[in-house]
């Protein structure tokens, strides 16, 4: 069954966990989110698969999130449309495996999909 890894190469705990998958025995397919993020249907079958709300996958820290009052954003559909317009925003790494998925953070949360 394919693996998607939804990987930010710079962020360590992205790292570790496609090197985790990679350890036992996996391959994933990689979408680099930040080059080529999803659209606002990818994203919410995304949360869907997860079963988190957008508001669950957002990185609230972020610099963006701040700067542009992400925060009183209200409603489901306009977090996805600003979580595609700045991908910065989800949250890493997103390890899907067919009608499961897991935030790799920890990187160990990936070996309850394999």
Known sequence: MCINIY???RWRKSRETL??????????NIIDYLNDPPNVKELNNICKTLAKTPKDIIRSGEQEYKALNINKIDGDDDLLKAMVRHPKLIERPIVIRGDKGIIGRPPENVLKLI
């Open 7 to 9: 990987h930010n190469n």
């Open 19 to 28: 090197q985790l998958l990679r350890d036992n025995g996996h391959e994933p």
